[in-house]
T-cell receptor, first 118, second 114 residues
Framework: DSGVTQTPKHLITATGQRVTLRCSPR?????VYWYQQSLDQGLQFLIQ???????AKGNILERFSAQQFPDLHSELNLSSLELGDSALYFC?????????????????FGEGSRLTVL | QKEVEQDPGPLSVPEGAIVSLNCTYS??????FMWYRQYSRKGPELLMY????GNKEDGRFTAQVDKSSKYISLFIRDSQPSDSATYLC??????????????FGKGITLSVRP
């Protein structure tokens, strides 16, 4: 158990709809990362938040947005869904506090939310 | 050219075999190198990490990095059925203080036959 909790585990919806995926990071972790995993693209970085602030953006579509709340949980919102958005969405967290000596860079992943768009 | 290329799979080997998994990369800014293992229906978990060129051993696993040639490898000795999983290489860069960015390979699925 990584300590990262993601809900829901499975989600089936229709094209054009909007969904929200939720992530609770490991206790004490300040950074949350969202990744999308598909068979053809592999694990693609979407966005990172650190202590409530957006820190980095990857290949995130404009139809997608995310936020991190004061209690450090994060939500990924996916709107105007298309068939091609069907994928596994992972949240990961890391202890990205300013530690002396530097952290290892390890990410702790949740079990993912499997989104199917019909 | 993608930043990180990983040998395609899947790979099937008999129990006890030595397995070699490889990745190449194009971004010379990568500072640390990792291998993640992902079991079916689970999230990836860190298997090994290293910052420097050379070999690092951990039990039956050896991670090898060659920065001059821009490739990394993971060797698994005496492979076991429990090693059956998808293996993803990952490479990272530190930026803006304590933040880092990891770039993953597409992963290779390994099956170890009893």
């Amino acid at each position: 158990d990584s300590g990262v909790t993601q809900t829901p585990k499975h989600l089936i919806t229709a094209t054009g709809q909007r969904v929200t995926l939720r992530c609770s990071p490991r206790s004490g972790d300040l950074s949350v990362y969202w990744y999308q995993q598909s068979l053809d693209q592999g694990l693609q970085f979407l966005i990172q938040y650190y202590n409530g602030e957006e820190r980095a953006k990857g290949n995130i579509l404009e139809r997608f947005s995310a936020q991190q709340f004061p209690d450090l949980h994060s939500e990924l919102n996916l709107s105007s869904l298309e068939l091609g958005d069907s994928a596994l969405y992972f949240c990961a967290s890391s202890a990205r506090a300013l530690l002396a000596g530097g952290p290892t860079g390890e990410l702790f992943f949740g079990e993912g939310s499997r989104l199917t768009v019909l | 050219q993608k930043e990180v290329e990983q040998d395609p799979g899947p790979l099937s080997v008999p129990e006890g075999a030595i397995v070699s998994l490889n990745c190449t990369y194009s971004n010379s800014a990568f500072q640390y190198f990792m291998w993640y293992r992902q079991y079916s229906r689970k999230g990836p978990e860190l298997l090994m990490y290293t910052y420097s060129s050379g070999n690092k051993e951990d039990g039956r696993f050896t991670a090898q990095v060659d920065k001059s040639s821009k490739y990394i490898s993971l060797f698994i000795r005496d492979s076991q059925p429990s090693d059956s999983a998808t293996y993803l290489c990952a490479m990272g860069v530190w930026y803006s203080g304590a933040n880092s960015k990891l770039t993953f390979g597409k992963g290779i699925t390994l099956s170890v036959r009893p």
